[in-house]
């Protein structure tokens, strides 16, 4: 086996690990919340604050994008631009502000 191969089988791993705790950590709280809220489940955003990583996120992607016809090493990234967004999702459950 090659080391890419290693490497991508590892992170995906780690990913799918991350990416499935918060998704239960998430679902089970949704759940929580259903049982006792009785006004609106869907809170008012006041003010976010996710605009600029957001916007790093589309301008990283576009890149990857566009250097995979310049340089074809970067044919890698683009799994790897996956694997970090199923990470970034699993995050995204426990950084939750409500919870």
Do not use: Q, W
């Not at 950590?25 to 600029?52: F, Q, V």
């Not at 990583?53 to 301008?59: D, H, L, Q």
């Not at 199923?86 to 459950?93: E, K, L, P, Q």
């Amino acid at each position: 086996m090659s080391s890419i191969y290693v490497a991508t089988l590892f992170s995906c791993l780690i990913a799918t690990a991350v990416f499935a705790a918060g998704y239960f950590k998430g679902i089970s709280e949704a759940i929580a919340d259903h049982r006792t809220e009785t006004d609106s489940p869907i809170p008012d955003e006041k003010e976010s604050n996710y605009g600029l990583a957001i916007m790093v996120a589309v301008i990283v992607a576009s890149s990857i994008i566009c250097l995979i016809g310049i340089v074809p090493e970067m044919i890698y990234a683009g799994p790897f631009l996956a694997i970090v967004t199923a990470v970034m999702n699993g995050v995204a459950f426990f950084v939750d502000s409500k919870s």
